[in-house]
């Protein structure tokens, strides 16, 4: 079982539909992360969860909305996204929010159509 | 955000070959991290370093952090089919929760 743990690997969505992502860590770590990943542009952090509270949100679009029930389990609910959403999601994982080693998930390829 | 400019951004290189790459910023950082990211999957750390001047080897791989604080290397010896992939960089500061700082990464191609 690997450390931190994304469903589903790929989607496909409309943009009207809603659809959620899903990441699991089994590691023990007190904050969870999203980071969006786009062709030739740098790891974009979306949002930042210490303890299951939000301590970070990096502007992202309100069509994005984190959810983090417990300190192991972490999602994205996706509605009304646009082409320009389509990109590799990746979840990660840190023993704390200062923590200096992330460890990722293998990432939900979304496109968007 | 912090910038952190990576290069080359992609490389073509024989097996057997060395290869290197290194990451510059304006900003300093505490801590310099690697990671690689394999097609179609997400990045795993390769090497952490923690202070300045500091020198690091994980197998083939070496890593500096550079005295300035503000770049770092990473070097892979003897390249094999298995390197391929995109090699980041990322640099870390202890200011605020948005603490880790992320390269636009270096493609690597390794040709057999």
């Known amino acids: 079982e690997t450390g931190v743990t994304q469903t589903p690997r790929h989607l496909v969505m409309g943009m009207t539909n809603k659809k959620s992502l899903k990441c699991e860590q089994h590691?023990?770590?007190?904050?969870m992360y999203w980071y969006k990943q786009s062709a030739k542009k740098p790891l974009e952090l979306m949002f930042v969860y210490s303890l299951e509270e939000r301590v970070e949100n990096n502007s992202v679009p309100s069509r994005f909305s984190p959810e983090c029930p417990n300190s192991s389990h972490l999602f994205l609910h996706l509605h009304t996204l646009q082409p320009e959403d389509s990109a590799l999601y990746l979840c990660?994982?840190?023993?704390?929010?200062?923590?200096?080693?992330?460890?990722f998930g293998q990432g939900t390829r979304l496109t968007v159509v | 955000g912090q910038q952190l400019n990576q290069s080359p951004q992609s490389m073509f290189i024989q097996e057997g070959e060395d290869v290197s790459m290194n990451c510059t910023s304006s900003s300093i950082f505490n801590t310099w991290l690697w990671y690689k990211q394999d097609p179609g999957e997400g990045p795993v750390l390769l090497i952490a370093l923690y202070k300045a001047g500091e020198l690091t080897s994980n197998g083939r791989l070496t890593a500096q952090f550079g005295i300035t604080r503000k770049d770092s290397f990473l070097n892979i010896s003897a390249s094999i089919p298995s390197d391929v992939g995109i090699y980041f960089c990322?640099?870390?500061?202890?200011?605020?929760?948005?603490?880790?700082?992320f390269g636009t990464g270096t493609r690597l191609t390794v040709i057999p």
């Open positions: 990322a640099g870390y500061t202890q200011t605020g929760a948005n603490n880790l700082f």
């Open positions: 590691l023990g770590h007190n904050a």
């Open positions: 990660a994982s840190s023993q704390d929010p200062g923590a200096k080693e992330a460890f």
